[in-house]
């Protein structure tokens, strides 16, 4: 029996360490823990949804792939159902980066340094880099991956100190534009199109702080995707 786990779900399983206990918050279907037990990448999993239907198809999905004994589930937002520090990594997943950034806050316990933090955000992306480098965690490691005709970025975060990023950083981190990834001249385009799609709609309303830092991030993405 095949498990039904999707491109993005497996970028995340990828990026788990070997061993761990993991919490998986808006766990949906339970593929995401299920797929980490059944090759033993994870000793236990906390499945976390907000919805009781999706956290009642992951516990049946959890039987019929035989690992229920190594799985608890919690009716919770975000990790707040979880007692601090019971997992070793969490891996928020499918979600807006604001939702993500929310999750990460109200559970302090996360920001430690010994936690492994795994993010995929849907949405806002630019907004949580941003984020990111006003808070105590930094981009350890980031990749691409494809689902559809959609391009998604999967993080992975550790503690480090507040810092001032270009605003291209904003679009495409240091360690994505160092990843060798295939994806990364298609990603940088669509980045690219979308600043330039922006860029026009605020120079009808004149100039602004915003629009010369969406100007100068469009403009430093233009070069490096010429170096590609």
């Known amino acids: 029996m095949k498990l039904p786990i999707s491109a993005r779900l497996s970028a995340c399983a990828a990026m788990v360490p070997a061993g761990s206990v993991v919490a998986d918050v808006g766990c949906d279907h339970g593929y995401l823990g299920i797929s980490l037990l059944t090759e033993n ?14 956290l009642a198809q992951a516990r049946r ?21 979880l007692a601090p520090g019971c997992a070793d990594t969490v891996v928020i997943a499918g979600m807006g980066g604001d939702t993500i950034r929310h999750i990460l806050e109200q559970s302090p316990w996360v920001m430690e340094a010994e936690i492994v933090r795994i993010v995929q955000p849907q949405s806002s992306v630019p907004e949580f880099r941003e984020y990111l480098a006003t808070s105590r965690l930094t981009i350890a490691e980031e990749t691409l991956v494809r689902e559809g005709r959609f391009l998604y970025t999967v993080m992975r975060l550790e503690t480090g ?24 001249p298609e990603y940088l385009d669509r980045q690219i199109e979308g600043l330039r799609k922006a860029v026009a709609g605020m120079e009808k309303s004149g100039p602004s702080e915003r629009l010369s830092r969406e100007r100068n991030a469009m403009k430093e993405l233009m070069e490096m995707r010429k170096q590609l």
């Open 41 to 54: 990448r994870a000793r236990k999993v906390f499945a976390c949804d907000l919805r009781e239907g999706p």
């Open 61 to 81: 999905n959890a039987e019929r792939f035989g690992v229920d004994d190594r799985m608890e589930f919690f009716l919770c937002d975000g990790l707040t159902g």
């Open 161 to 184: 100190e507040e810092e001032t990023i270009s605003p291209w950083e904003q679009y495409c981190s240091r360690v994505l534009m160092q990843s060798g990834s295939d994806l990364l």
